[in-house]
């Protein structure tokens, strides 16, 4: 079975400074999806950034960026230029990508608190 | 871009009776809806996976007959707690999968049963 582990309970950083949170991952499989997905207090999930396995190029959106490796089974979410706004909980989640790809569950990690501070 | 209207957004019940969360998809078609209970500053725990026209895959510990999901139609799936108790309070959170391949969620159910 597959298992997601994010082994920071909290981060704190700087408002416009940047942060790494960390993901690690356990699979069989060669085929899946990535997800990091941001839970702000109105705890309404968001979804950041997205990574498909057999994409060696890492998924970029604006301030955030993933270092996905794919042989070390790590999935990384950097974001920069912290803003207020991006304090929140942040699951890493994972997704079988055989079969049909509307029918995929999504298996999360613990979850990271990320602080920003003024 | 899709949309996923949860309600209701809070519900306060007493213990012993049955509680109904909904979830409609707006703008598509959810063929497949997925139900999460979530703990106070804890990870989404996957309860079951619902197909329209078909019963529910329930997960590992989930107990079916106090959780009742319905999907009947491609726009609404609904989840039942049935003879609620105080342990049942929780965060409740649908998610439907998307043509897109994604995630939509909806804002979510705080149950709170005294």
């Known amino acids: 079975a597959q298992t997601v582990t994010q082994s920071q309970p909290e981060m704190s950083v700087q408002e416009a400074e940047t942060v790494t949170l960390s993901c690690t991952y356990d699979?069989?499989?060669?085929?899946?999806?990535l997800f990091w997905y941001k839970q702000p207090p109105s705890r309404q999930m968001i979804l950041v950034i997205r990574?498909?396995?057999?994409?060696?190029q890492n998924a970029t959106e604006n301030r955030f960026s993933v270092n996905f490796q794919k042989a070390a089974k790590s999935f990384s979410l950097k974001i920069s230029d912290s803003q207020l706004g991006d304090a929140a909980m942040y699951f890493c989640?994972?997704?079988?990508?055989?079969?049909?790809?509307?029918?995929?569950?999504?298996?999360f990690g613990q979850g990271t608190t990320l602080q920003v501070k003024p | 871009g899709a949309v996923v209207s949860q309600h209701p957004s809070w519900v306060i019940c007493k213990s012993g009776t049955s509680v109904k969360i909904e979830c409609r998809s707006l703008?598509?078609?959810?063929?497949?809806m997925f139900w999460y209970r979530q703990f106070p500053k804890q990870s989404l725990m996957l309860m079951a996976t619902?197909?329209?026209?078909?019963?529910?895959?329930?997960e590992q510990g989930v107990e079916k007959d106090k959780f009742l999901i319905n999907h009947a139609s491609l726009t609404l799936s609904t989840l039942t707690v049935t003879s609620a108790h105080p342990e049942d309070s929780s965060f409740y959170i649908c998610?439907?999968?998307?043509?897109?391949?994604?995630?939509?969620f909806g804002s979510g159910t705080r149950l709170t049963v005294v």
């Open positions: 990574q498909e396995a057999y994409k060696q």
């Open positions: 699979t069989s499989e060669s085929d899946y999806y």
């Open positions: 989640a994972y997704r079988t990508g055989t079969g049909s790809s509307n029918t995929g569950k999504l298996i």
């Open positions: 703008d598509f078609q959810a063929t497949t």
């Open positions: 619902s197909n329209e026209g078909s019963k529910a895959t329930y």
């Open positions: 998610s439907a999968s998307t043509w897109r391949g994604g995630y939509t």
